[in-house]
């Protein structure tokens, strides 16, 4: 997605991610599954701190969660 769409797109994974791991079983993990993936482009900044950053990364995988960002595009600095 791009940037409405590309934040749709992320909270939408982790979303996905809770529902696998009720069908799945807590041990579910999709950085090793590779199950849910994620292509953004231009995305604003969905994580409100570091914190929940790194906790949505952790349940899509650093690998599986690719966002691309347009050099002149102000959208992926927004909240700054």
């Known amino acids: 997605g791009h940037s409405q769409g590309a934040a749709l797109a992320e909270l939408s994974a ?3 991610i809770a529902f696998l791991k009720t ?3 807590p041990h579910f993990d999709n950085s090793v ?3 849910v993936q994620v292509y953004r482009l231009s995305a604003p900044r ?3 701190d570091h914190q929940a ?3 949505i990364n952790s349940k899509i995988g650093v690998h ?3 966002r691309q960002n347009v ?3 102000p959208v992926p600095s927004v909240p700054s």
């Open 46 to 48: 969905v994580a409100g």
């Open 71 to 73: 050099h002149w595009d």
């Open 64 to 66: 599986n969660d690719i």
């Open 53 to 55: 950053f790194t906790d």
């Open 14 to 16: 982790v979303e996905m």
């Open 33 to 35: 599954s590779n199950k």
């Open 23 to 25: 069908q799945y079983g």
